[in-house]
């Protein structure tokens, strides 16, 4: 299948600092990526989609000032965690269909940890 | 309307047995349904996908059975093994939007 790449795998900062994570689709081009965060025993709440080209959507009580995405090309979607608190410490991945067998391909995620 | 139900919360199989995930949902809207396998701190993994106009789907050990007037969907996994522990998601997506509606997981220990 479709290979997804995520980076960094994990990341320790401190509070009020701002952490980029990188999510690449390496053999596949996409137009749409996903970003999900994912607590310990739960499941994937989807957070917003990135669009290339313009803006993302977020979903229903996601902070699009907090949570900053930008996809700047057909293979490289990044979310930025702005002013970043303990609570935002979560589990991110991020998604990209792939057009040409219309499968979605997820990230190994990264490990946001805020001290 | 959003929701897909996923049950159990957790399985646990003896090695060689046959493990059973089922889900529902109520949007007769949605026509991709995906299973993920989810190892601890790992991302998902797409394991095998059905769409509604197939009623069953089998990939080695893996099978989708899909009932659509039931609005009802299944993982088997047959002859399971130790390797297979895991967490398992289903989720289902609207015709074209790609956005996926995971149900809450099932979490499968298989015994030796």
Redesign the interface.
């Given at each position: 299948?479709a290979v997804?790449s995520?980076h960094p795998s994990r990341v320790i900062c401190k509070s009020g600092t701002s952490v980029k994570i990188e999510c690449r689709s390496l053999d596949f081009q996409a137009t749409?990526m996903?970003w999900y965060r994912q607590f310990p025993?739960?499941?994937?709440m989807?957070m917003a989609?990135s669009n290339e080209g313009s803006k993302a959507t977020y979903e229903q009580g996601v902070e699009k000032d907090k949570f900053l995405i930008n996809h700047a090309s057909l293979t490289l979607s990044t979310l930025t965690v702005t002013s970043a608190h303990p609570e935002d410490s979560s589990?991110y991945?991020c998604?990209a269909?792939d057009f040409s067998s219309?499968?979605?391909?997820?990230?190994?995620?990264t490990?946001l940890t805020v001290t | 309307q959003q929701q897909v139900k996923q049950s159990p919360q957790s399985l646990i199989v003896q090695k060689g047995g046959i493990s059973i995930i089922n889900c529902a949902y109520e949007n007769t809207a949605f026509d991709y349904f995906p299973w993920y396998q989810q190892f601890p701190g790992k991302g998902p993994a797409l394991l095998i996908a059905i769409r509604p106009d197939v009623s069953e789907k089998k990939e080695g050990r893996f099978t989708i059975s899909f009932n659509k007037s039931a609005k009802q969907f299944s993982l088997h996994i047959m002859d399971s093994q130790p390797g297979d522990s895991a967490t398992y998601f289903c989720a289902a997506s609207l015709y074209n939007t790609d956005k996926l509606i995971f149900g809450t997981g099932t979490r499968l220990q298989v015994f030796p």
């Open positions: 299948g997804v995520q749409t996903f025993k739960q499941s994937l989807l989609t589990f991945i998604s269909p219309y499968e979605q391909y997820f990230g190994p995620g490990r | -």
